[in-house]
Structures are given as structure tokens and as C-alpha cells.
């Protein structure tokens, strides 16, 4: 309210903006336009703005990255009267200001106020907001007691060039040496990405892709970088610019980041310089956040959704079919199959967490499905669908009571074969993603064990829940036909469709370890399909201990025979090149950064061989002649993520995602910054073709 001449004081515009709505910061970004003030003080000289650190906001689904504030900021400027002034003195301000939702609306602020300008100086009343806002202001790092160093991937950046850089936090600045000075640092925002924030400098667009902790950083961090060079851009020496936000034992700070980049003309030779640093940990996540009860919510819905994808629904109809089999049963008798084909899901969910944990705890990470990217444990699911086929053709009966073969089909009912029947539901569910199934998967394979076990059973609940219910609810049991004549050709047809199971199997082996390895299997299953038939004439002819030894050989057969079959992985192409038929290069993370910094838009999706849902999405969507015409029409560069045989950097970026296993859809819009669209696992034409829109408009479009 007064203030001393010749002395420093804040004048400052305080703004209050409407929920959702907000203004921009110095550097706006990739739209908007930050406020522009006009002070008028007679007899005073106003300073710079003290820009707060701003907000992170990501629009158009991640595609435009702008920088600002919401709810509230104040913009304050240091002023200094003359040591000649005195009296009241009217402090006016004219002030530019764009505000933004979806629209934007420009405004013009014309405000005014009184200050004395006496021999004693009077606080005002928003003294305390002053100061408020003075602490998010960014200072230089020596007066923060730190050292900032900027670490590149090559000597000097040319117009046009992609690369990478680190922003490094050493927590002993000034020539610290206590160990107990220098506390540790850490990110100071939510999301890693948004705790650098740029300035505008000679044309070079950054964007944080991570962090890590490295050792000779003592109590200090680094912010991974990926940057690129605009082609008009400047060749001359410029300077790293922008605000960096941190915390130091919990408590808030802020710090100015003005560091050197060197530039060099475009086409000047350059030298690369290779350093581990410049690459994020794989742990750096761009998952959605889920809570634990939110994923086990997942988990449930989707296992239940998982019972409509091609891989469950031969055995679900088996299922069903049983019903029919047992409608003349008791419902405490229709009852006990749900609980044991429950129990089967269960109890095979529960191993697989079992596997899953044991695997980690080896050092070996691994995702959903992975079974299937070992050809022996494909080979082994091929002769249990077999054997299992030739039991519906009635070859053979599980049972080995010979007494009990003559009431048709009833053996194939028993409990036992309900709870084999929820075992089998799991194995051929694996190699689907259903939706919600890689969300909770994703956040259990990055939890505790106890986590995982909670997850995997959460699904095999929702996948058996149906038939359960069907099992459970006498009302919903009765709309199953009754048993009759019909169920000898039902079984008949649901052991082809078994079969179709196994061809598609045979495919997958291939793509894995080739057409020998198709032949070796297809001559074991034949061989495996002839001791059934011989072990179901002896079990037919009544004879019950030539059959049990019939049993036991074809056990031992079956087991030592799989054990030695010659169906390793083949090594994949060397040269990095994916096949021309392929949609798409192979794909490579460095490859989708260069691609992305050259301002292309890009399109990643993850696939496997084994991966039915991936496969229908291929044939159904990305085949389509509508989605290849925008691709081709919006310039995407593709990159294909084949995840048939194991690859860690596949793993890597699927759990980046939050995600176990494939199918995956990343849709990237043409600028560095831009989050990537997730699409959902599976696909429409119309849903892809908007994605690739939005990502990448034409001039008429955005217009």
C-alpha cells in the first residue's frame, strides 16, 4: 500500500479462472498465446514477469502439448520508483489475456490502483499471495545449492536433426562435499513428463521420455530427453532454456534451466556420441494410473468378456453341451460341475501366477501369453486338443470304469472332466486380450506376488462365472435344450472345431520354428491319434487291465516323445527388415523416436502369431482398403512389434504402456511432444480411421 522511494517492490495481475479453463505461460507451447502486460507507472522502472512454474497440458488427446495455469495465478513484476518520488501514485495496467477450454476466447483487462509513495513502507493485504507465488518461481540452480549439466547424443544439433539428450541433477553443487548436504532429489511433479517444462529456443522442440537415478549422480537425477531440430532452425551456438521442478526432502522447488547447446550448420559433419544415460529406465511408465480394486474390477469384466473370444468358446459350448447331457440330473448334481469347472480355471490361473512370479524372481520378465512363445509348450496344447477331440468322436472316455460306457455321454460329464474342462478354458485363453484383461494384467505383472495371484484369480472368476451361473441359476438352466440324438452330432462338431484349434496351432508352430518342425509335430500327433484309437478298443471291449496298461504306454509315449521333439524357435531375420507382405518396418524404439522427431506421424502395433485377436484385428481392420488408403494418404510410418518369439524390448514397451501382452495400438500425431493414442484391443474400421484423423489432419481438416 506504500512503499520508499528508490525501493523494490511487486505489482502483480492476479488471475482466477473458471473450472477447466486456463491462460498460458511464457512459453504457451504448441498453441495458445501467454498474457502480455502493460505497466504504466509514472516515475517507476517495472522488471520482467516472475513466471511461476506452469502446468502441463496435453489436448487433442496428447497431440498438442501447451503450458499454463488453471484456477489461479499471479503474474508479478519487480518495480522500482525513482529515489525522487513522492505522493500517491495511480499504478495502471493494461493487459492482453487468452483463456482456453476446447474454445479459446482473447480478452483485454484495463485495471488501475493507488499506491503512496512515502517515508515508511505498509504491507498491503496480499502481501502473504505475494509470497505465495514468489516460491514456485524458478531460481538459478547455484542458489538452489545445485549443479545442472545437459549430456547429448551428438556434438552439435543441425537443422533438421533428431536427438536425444539428458538434463543431469547433481545434488552437490558449489563444491558440496557432506554427504548429509545433499539430499536427495527427485522429479516434483505427478508424471515425470511434465516436471521440464521448454522455452522457445532456435527452432529445437524437447520432450521428457524419462528418468533415472544413475551412481555417479550422488543424490541427484537425470531427465532423459528427446529432441528435434526444426529444418528452418538456426545453426548457431544457442542455449538449452526452461524451468525445472523438484523435490528435496518432500519439500517443493524450482529452478531456471539456461545450459549450452551447441548447433551446427545443416549438412556439417557431426560426431555421435554414444552414452547408456540418454536412454529412459525401462521402468518409466506411460500407463494409466489404476488402483489395485480398479484392476481387480478389470480383471473380473474381463474375464467374463474373455468367454466371447475365438479362443474360449469351443470349450464354453462344451460346457454348455454337457447341461444338455445332464439335464436329467438333480441341480445339486448340475451345481457340482460349475464349482469343479470353476475350480479348474482357478487352479490353472492360480499356476500361471505361480509361473509368473517364479519366472521374476529368476531374473525373467515375461508377459500374458508367453507360454505360446515356446513351440514345445505349442506342441504339447496341439496333443492335448488331439486327444481331447477324439474323446468327443467318442475314440475313447476319460473314465477308465468300463461299467459306465454304455450310458452314452454320460461319462463325459464327470467332475473331474468339468474341472480338466476349466484347465483347458485357461490354456486356450491365454493367447487372447480380451478388453480390460491387458489393463489389470499390465498393473499386476508391476505389483507384489500377492498382487498377481489376486489379479489372475479375479480373471479366472469372470471367465467361469457364466457357466457357473448357467450351473447355478435353475431358471437359466432350463433354456439348455435336453439331451437327445442331436448331442452325438453336437459332439462330433465340437471336436472339429477342437481340431481347427490344433490347425491353427500347427500355423503358429511354423511361424515359429518353421515348416520341419510343422512335420515333425503333425507325424507325433498322428502316432499320439493311433495309441488313443488302440487305447479306446480295449477300453470298449471291456477289458480293463490291457487297457490300463494301454493307458499308461500312451501316457509314457505321449511325454518322452513331446520331450524330444525337434521344435526349437528359428532365429529371426538378421538384417532388421520385416517381410514385404508385412504391414509395416520391424519395429525399433530408436527407429519410432528418429521417425517422430522428423515431424512424421507414426502408427505402432504389437502383434503375435498366437494372438487370435490380433489376427482379426489384421484381417478385419488393418487390411482394410480404407484404413491402407490413410495411412498411405496421411504419411504414417508403421512399425510392426512381432512378439511370436520372446523379445525384451517388445516386453519393455508393452509394460511401458501398462500393458502384459499383444495386441497393442499406438497411434502418434506428427509432433515430438505428442502422447501417443491407445486404441482398445480390438478394433473397427471406423474407430481406426478416426484415430489416424485426429492424429494427423490435413490443411482442410484443421481448417
Given at each position: 500500500d506504500?512503499?520508499?522511494p528508490?525501493?523494490?517492490?511487486?505489482?502483480?495481475?492476479?488471475?482466477?479462472?473458471?473450472?477447466?479453463?486456463?491462460?498460458?505461460?511464457?512459453?504457451?507451447?504448441?498453441?495458445?498465446?501467454?498474457?502480455?502486460?502493460?505497466?504504466?507507472?509514472?516515475?517507476?522502472?517495472?522488471g520482467?514477469?516472475?513466471?511461476?512454474?506452469?502446468?502441463?497440458?496435453?489436448?487433442?488427446?496428447?497431440?498438442i502439448?501447451?503450458?499454463?495455469?488453471?484456477d489461479?495465478?499471479?503474474?508479478?513484476?519487480?518495480?522500482?520508483?525513482?529515489?525522487?518520488?513522492?505522493?500517491?501514485?495511480e499504478?495502471?495496467?493494461?493487459?492482453?489475456?487468452?483463456?482456453?477450454?476446447?474454445?479459446c476466447?482473447?480478452?483485454?483487462?484495463?485495471?488501475?490502483?493507488?499506491?503512496?509513495?512515502?517515508?515508511?513502507?505498509?504491507?498491503?493485504?496480499?502481501?502473504?499471495?505475494?509470497?505465495?507465488?514468489r516460491?514456485?518461481?524458478?531460481?538459478?540452480a547455484?542458489a538452489?545449492?545445485?549443479?545442472?549439466?545437459?549430456?547429448?547424443?551428438?556434438a552439435?544439433?543441425r537443422?533438421?536433426?533428431a536427438?536425444?539428450?539428458?538434463?543431469?541433477?547433481?545434488?552437490?553443487?558449489e563444491?558440496k562435499?557432506?554427504?548429509?548436504a545433499?539430499?536427495?532429489?527427485?522429479?516434483?511433479?505427478?508424471?515425470?513428463?511434465?516436471a521440464?517444462?521448454?522455452?522457445?529456443?532456435g527452432?529445437?522442440?524437447?520432450?521428457?521420455?524419462?528418468?533415472?537415478?544413475?551412481?555417479?549422480?550422488?543424490g541427484?537425477?537425470?531427465?532423459?530427453?528427446?529432441?528435434?531440430a526444426?529444418?528452418?532452425?538456426?545453426?548457431?551456438?544457442?542455449?538449452?532454456?526452461?524451468?525445472?521442478?523438484?523435490?528435496?526432502?518432500?519439500?517443493?522447488?524450482?529452478?531456471?534451466?539456461?545450459?549450452?547447446?551447441?548447433?551446427?550448420?545443416a549438412?556439417?559433419?557431426?560426431t555421435?556420441l554414444?552414452?547408456?544415460?540418454?536412454?529412459?529406465?525401462a521402468?518409466?511408465?506411460?500407463?494409466?494410473?489404476?488402483?489395485?480394486?480398479?484392476?481387480?474390477?478389470?480383471?473380473?469384466v474381463?474375464?467374463?468378456?474373455?468367454?466371447?473370444?475365438p479362443?474360449?468358446?469351443?470349450?464354453?459350448?462344451?460346457?454348455v453341451?454337457?447341461?444338455?447331457?445332464l439335464a436329467q440330473?438333480?441341480?445339486?448334481?448340475?451345481l457340482?460341475?460349475?464349482?469343479?469347472?470353476?475350480?479348474?480355471?482357478?487352479?490353472?490361473?492360480?499356476?500361471l501366477?505361480?509361473?509368473?512370479?517364479?519366472?521374476?524372481?529368476a531374473?525373467?520378465?515375461?508377459g500374458?501369453?508367453?507360454?505360446?512363445?515356446?513351440?514345445?509348450?505349442?506342441?504339447?496344447?496341439?496333443?492335448v486338443?488331439?486327444?481331447?477331440?477324439?474323446?468327443?468322436?467318442?475314440?475313447?472316455?476319460f473314465?477308465l470304469?468300463?461299467?459306465?460306457?454304455?450310458?452314452?455321454?454320460?461319462?463325459a460329464?464327470?467332475?473331474?472332466r468339468?474341472?480338466?474342462?476349466?484347465?483347458?478354458?485357461?490354456?486356450?485363453a491365454?493367447?487372447c486380450?480380451?478388453?480390460?484383461?491387458?489393463?489389470?494384467?499390465?498393473?499386476?505383472?508391476?505389483?507384489?506376488?500377492?498382487?498377481?495371484?489376486?489379479?489372475?484369480?479375479?480373471?479366472?472368476?469372470?471367465?467361469?462365472?457364466?457357466?457357473?451361473?448357467?450351473?447355478?441359476?435353475?431358471?437359466?438352466?432350463?433354456?439348455?435344450?435336453?439331451?437327445?440324438?442331436?448331442?452325438?452330432?453336437?459332439?462330433?462338431?465340437?471336436?472339429?472345431?477342437l481340431?481347427?484349434?490344433?490347425?491353427?496351432?500347427?500355423?503358429?508352430?511354423?511361424?515359429?520354428?518353421?515348416?520341419?518342425?510343422?512335420?515333425v509335430?503333425?507325424?507325433?500327433?498322428?502316432?499320439?491319434?493311433?495309441?488313443?484309437?488302440v487305447?479306446g478298443?480295449?477300453?470298449?471291449?471291456?477289458?480293463?487291465?490291457?487297457?490300463?496298461?494301454?493307458?499308461?504306454?500312451?501316457?509314457?509315449?505321449?511325454?518322452?516323445?513331446?520331450?524330444?521333439?525337434?521344435?526349437?524357435?528359428?532365429?529371426?531375420?538378421?538384417?532388421?527388415?520385416?517381410?514385404?507382405?508385412?504391414?509395416?518396418r520391424?519395429?525399433?524404439?530408436a527407429?519410432?523416436?528418429?521417425?517422430?522427431?522428423?515431424?512424421?506421424?507414426?502408427?505402432?502395433?504389437?502383434?503375435?502369431?498366437?494372438?487370435l485377436?490380433?489376427?482379426?484385428?489384421e484381417?478385419?481392420?488393418l487390411?482394410?482398403?480404407?484404413?491402407?488408403?490413410?495411412?498411405?494418404?496421411?504419411g504414417?510410418?508403421?512399425?510392426?512389434?512381432?512378439?511370436?518369439?520372446?523379445?525384451?524390448?517388445?516386453?519393455?514397451?508393452?509394460?511401458?504402456?501398462?500393458?502384459?501382452?499383444?495386441?497393442?495400438?499406438?497411434?502418434?500425431g506428427?509432433?515430438?511432444?505428442?502422447?501417443?493414442?491407445?486404441?482398445?484391443?480390438?478394433?473397427t474400421?471406423?474407430?481406426?480411421?478416426?484415430?489416424?484423423?485426429?492424429?494427423?489432419?490435413?490443411?482442410?481438416?484443421?481448417?
Amino acid at each position: 500500500d506504500a512503499v520508499r522511494p528508490g525501493e523494490t517492490f511487486r505489482a502483480g495481475l492476479l488471475l482466477s479462472m473458471d473450472r477447466h479453463w486456463h491462460v498460458y505461460w511464457r512459453n504457451s507451447g504448441q498453441s495458445g498465446a501467454p498474457p502480455l502486460l502493460r505497466w504504466q507507472i509514472p516515475g517507476a522502472e517495472v522488471g520482467a514477469i516472475e513466471w511461476p512454474f506452469p502446468e502441463v497440458f496435453r489436448e487433442s488427446r496428447g497431440f498438442i502439448t501447451t503450458y499454463g495455469y488453471s484456477d489461479e495465478v499471479l503474474l508479478a513484476s519487480p518495480v522500482t520508483f525513482a529515489s525522487d518520488a513522492s505522493g500517491e501514485v495511480e499504478v495502471r495496467l493494461d493487459a492482453d489475456v487468452l483463456v482456453c477450454e476446447i474454445q479459446c476466447i482473447p480478452g483485454e483487462l484495463h485495471l488501475s490502483r493507488s499506491i503512496r509513495v512515502a517515508a515508511a513502507k505498509q504491507a498491503s493485504a496480499e502481501h502473504e499471495l505475494f509470497e505465495r507465488w514468489r516460491a514456485r518461481v524458478p531460481r538459478r540452480a547455484g542458489a538452489r545449492g545445485l549443479e545442472l549439466e545437459a549430456l547429448y547424443s551428438q556434438a552439435a544439433v543441425r537443422p533438421g536433426d533428431a536427438f536425444r539428450a539428458a538434463l543431469a541433477v547433481h545434488a552437490c553443487g558449489e563444491g558440496k562435499s557432506d554427504a548429509e548436504a545433499c539430499a536427495a532429489l527427485a522429479p516434483g511433479t505427478a508424471k515425470v513428463d511434465d516436471a521440464f517444462v521448454p522455452d522457445h529456443f532456435g527452432g529445437v522442440e524437447l520432450a521428457v521420455t524419462g528418468s533415472r537415478r544413475p551412481a555417479f549422480l550422488s543424490g541427484g537425477f537425470l531427465l532423459t530427453l528427446s529432441g528435434s531440430a526444426a529444418a528452418d532452425a538456426g545453426d548457431g551456438d544457442s542455449r538449452l532454456r526452461g524451468a525445472l521442478a523438484l523435490t528435496r526432502e518432500g519439500e517443493p522447488e524450482f529452478v531456471e534451466v539456461d545450459l549450452p547447446l551447441p548447433r551446427s550448420a545443416a549438412g556439417a559433419p557431426v560426431t555421435l556420441l554414444e552414452n547408456p544415460w540418454l536412454e529412459p529406465e525401462a521402468s518409466d511408465s506411460q500407463a494409466p494410473e489404476v488402483s489395485f480394486w480398479h484392476a481387480l474390477l478389470l480383471a473380473l469384466v474381463g474375464g467374463v468378456v474373455l468367454n466371447a473370444m475365438p479362443c474360449v468358446l469351443p470349450v464354453l459350448a462344451i460346457k454348455v453341451f454337457g447341461l444338455a447331457e445332464l439335464a436329467q440330473h438333480g441341480r445339486a448334481e448340475i451345481l457340482r460341475h460349475g464349482i469343479a469347472y470353476t475350480a479348474g480355471v482357478l487352479a490353472s490361473m492360480l499356476a500361471l501366477a505361480g509361473i509368473v512370479v517364479g519366472l521374476r524372481a529368476a531374473g525373467t520378465s515375461v508377459g500374458w501369453g508367453f507360454q505360446f512363445q515356446e513351440p514345445i509348450f505349442v506342441a504339447a496344447i496341439a496333443a492335448v486338443l488331439v486327444v481331447f477331440a477324439l474323446s468327443l468322436f467318442g475314440v475313447f472316455e476319460f473314465s477308465l470304469d468300463t461299467s459306465r460306457i454304455a450310458n452314452a455321454g454320460a461319462q463325459a460329464t464327470g467332475a473331474r472332466r468339468s474341472f480338466f474342462e476349466g484347465l483347458l478354458a485357461v490354456v486356450l485363453a491365454t493367447p487372447c486380450t480380451a478388453p480390460f484383461v491387458g489393463t489389470a494384467v499390465g498393473f499386476a505383472f508391476a505389483s507384489s506376488t500377492a498382487t498377481i495371484a489376486a489379479i489372475f484369480l479375479a480373471i479366472g472368476l469372470g471367465l467361469s462365472l457364466p457357466f457357473l451361473l448357467i450351473c447355478a441359476v435353475p431358471a437359466w438352466a432350463k433354456l439348455v435344450p435336453r439331451s437327445g440324438p442331436w448331442t452325438v452330432q453336437l459332439r462330433a462338431a465340437l471336436g472339429f472345431a477342437l481340431l481347427g484349434t490344433v490347425v491353427w496351432l500347427l500355423w503358429v508352430l511354423g511361424h515359429s520354428a518353421g515348416v520341419d518342425a510343422q512335420g515333425v509335430l503333425l507325424a507325433y500327433l498322428c502316432a499320439l491319434a493311433a495309441g488313443v484309437w488302440v487305447f479306446g478298443a480295449l477300453q470298449r471291449s471291456g477289458r480293463s487291465s490291457p487297457a490300463r496298461i494301454a493307458g499308461v504306454a500312451l501316457l509314457v509315449f505321449a511325454l518322452l516323445g513331446l520331450r524330444s521333439l525337434p521344435v526349437a524357435a528359428a532365429a529371426p531375420a538378421s538384417d532388421g527388415a520385416a517381410p514385404a507382405a508385412e504391414l509395416g518396418r520391424r519395429f525399433s524404439s530408436a527407429d519410432v523416436r528418429a521417425a517422430r522427431a522428423r515431424g512424421a506421424p507414426v502408427f505402432v502395433y504389437f502383434t503375435a502369431e498366437w494372438c487370435l485377436t490380433c489376427k482379426v484385428n489384421e484381417h478385419a481392420v488393418l487390411d482394410d482398403v480404407r484404413v491402407r488408403a490413410e495411412l498411405e494418404q496421411r504419411g504414417f510410418e508403421i512399425f510392426k512389434g512381432d512378439w511370436t518369439r520372446r523379445d525384451e524390448a517388445i516386453r519393455s514397451e508393452l509394460a511401458r504402456f501398462g500393458k502384459a501382452g499383444v495386441p497393442l495400438y499406438l497411434v502418434y500425431g506428427s509432433s515430438a511432444r505428442a502422447q501417443p493414442i491407445v486404441l482398445p484391443e480390438l478394433l473397427t474400421v471406423d474407430l481406426f480411421v478416426n484415430a489416424l484423423r485426429e492424429a494427423a489432419p490435413t490443411t482442410e481438416e484443421k481448417t
